[in-house]
């Protein structure tokens, strides 16, 4: 693909998702206040990386499939190809998530108009597919979320929904309520598949909340000396299968992050790689070989630089972050608050610093400091705060 001065793909004017056809200018209209989607989130639109074969989310995705296919004789539908601009109430609304959630606000999510997003997780196709009648699916797909900017989150990434529906009869003589069932029944599935990819891992169960889950659960594996967060799941709440034809079933769901798994298993040190076209990544993965540890071409020095500026009310760091992606792509490596004050005026001062680095090649310092000096002027003009 071609690569511009700014280092960011040209976008095609138009794309095509599952029969679905996409054009440009109905999903970025920068006059438009209920869109704020930027061109570097259209240009991902459509590449689905998890569909390669030799891309490591594709030899993820189908080493899953084989964990499913073989502990489920072909019991699970498969859909990788839904189309994610979704409406905002099969985003938010048929999963439950309340009105005044932050998740649906428009510094998280990625509108298209205010009833249409990219959809921000796998969760948005449940509802319709339950309405269709499955009772057993995967659903692996690309998202989108504003996010903050470091080596484990990017604004496009790919999840693998997983979602049982068991009828009365499947629990009533375990001795179990429905609810305890499915909740042993979710562990088992999901510590065997991390066994079927792992092997052998240091792992553990969180209790957490997700409004279309109870009892809702993390798993995290021990990662580069941290645990890192896999996947969420848990019980479907009964209004999900109440509304849609499957009152006095219980079920279990799970949202999985490809990216995650795959920087474990393939040892990938920074989530901007799974996007490289530079064969010497591209090379090194192969379909059907699960867990070939990448091997770095060479480790790029970063640079650091520090800007500071007095913020304002309307100031988030999620618009900070994409205003940096804007102008130098995936060349920002981490953008970090390190300093943090408020003068006796009550004006807030926040330091910033971003580390550029690129994952191909070596930075020329005047390459480096023009990137700084368009970020500075970009800051200023989009986010209206005062440089100091
Ligand atoms: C969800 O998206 C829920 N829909 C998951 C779920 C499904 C829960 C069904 C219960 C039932 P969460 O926001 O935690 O949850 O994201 C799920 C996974 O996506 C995370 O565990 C993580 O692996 C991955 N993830 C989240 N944000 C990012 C990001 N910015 N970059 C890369 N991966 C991410
Ligand atoms: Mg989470």
């Given at each position: 693909a071609p690569v511009g001065a700014k280092g960011l793909r040209a976008a095609a004017s138009a794309v095509e998702v599952g029969g679905v056809k996409i054009a440009?200018?109905?999903?970025?209209?920068?006059d438009?206040?209920?869109?704020?989607?930027?061109?570097t989130i259209f240009a991902k639109i459509g590449l689905q990386l998890h569909r390669r074969e030799n891309h490591p989310l594709g030899i993820l995705k189908n080493t899953i499939y084989d964990y499913f296919d073989k502990n489920f004789t072909g019991q699970f539908d498969k859909f990788?190809?839904?189309c994610p601009l979704v409406s905002v109430k099969q985003n938010f609304d048929d999963v439950l998530v309340p009105s005044d959630h932050v998740s649906r606000s428009y510094n998280d999510t990625y509108y298209v108009d205010d009833q249409t997003v990219l959809r921000c997780h796998t969760s948005a196709h449940q509802a319709e597919l339950l309405r269709d009648g499955r009772t057993h699916f995967l659903v692996t797909g690309d998202v989108y979320r504003r996010d903050s900017i470091d080596s484990t989150h990017y604004p496009v990434f790919h999840q693998m929904e997983g979602f049982r529906v068991f009828s009365p009869d499947e629990w009533s003589g375990s001795g179990l309520d429905g609810t305890a069932y499915a909740a042993a029944e979710l562990k088992k599935t999901l510590e065997g598949l991390a066994r079927h990819l792992f092997g052998a891992v240091e792992m553990r169960w969180v209790d957490t909340y997700f409004p279309f889950t109870n009892p809702s659960f993390e798993l995290e594996i021990y990662f580069q000396d941290d645990w890192l967060e896999v996947l969420g799941c848990g019980v479907t709440e009964q209004e999900i299968l109440k509304?849609?034809?499957?009152?006095?079933?219980?079920?279990?769901?799970?949202?999985?992050?490809?990216?995650?798994?795959?920087?474990v298993l393939f040892d990938i040190p920074d989530i901007r790689l799974f996007w490289s076209n530079d064969k010497r990544f591209t090379s090194q993965f192969s379909e059907g070989k699960l867990g070939?540890?990448?091997?770095?071409?060479?480790?790029?020095?970063?640079?650091?630089?520090?800007?500071?500026?007095?913020?304002?009310?309307?100031?988030?760091?999620?618009?900070?972050c994409e205003v940096v992606r804007g102008i130098a792509g995936d060349l920002v490596e981490e953008v970090k608050l390190i300093d943090n004050f408020t003068n006796k005026k009550g004006m807030t001062s926040h330091c910033y610093r971003i580390a550029y680095r690129s994952m191909e090649r070596s930075l020329t310092d005047e390459e480096i400091n023009n990137l700084q000096l368009n970020v500075r002027e970009a800051v200023k003009d989009k986010l209206k705060v005062e440089l100091r």
């Open positions: 440009r200018e109905d999903v970025v209209k920068e438009d206040p209920t869109n704020n989607v930027p061109d990788d190809d839904l509304r849609n034809g499957r009152r006095d079933h219980v079920a279990w769901a799970f949202g999985l992050g490809l990216e995650r798994l795959a920087m070939v540890k990448f091997k770095p071409f060479s480790k790029f020095p970063p640079c650091y630089k520090d800007m500071s500026f007095w913020i304002n009310g309307a100031f988030t760091e999620n618009n900070l």
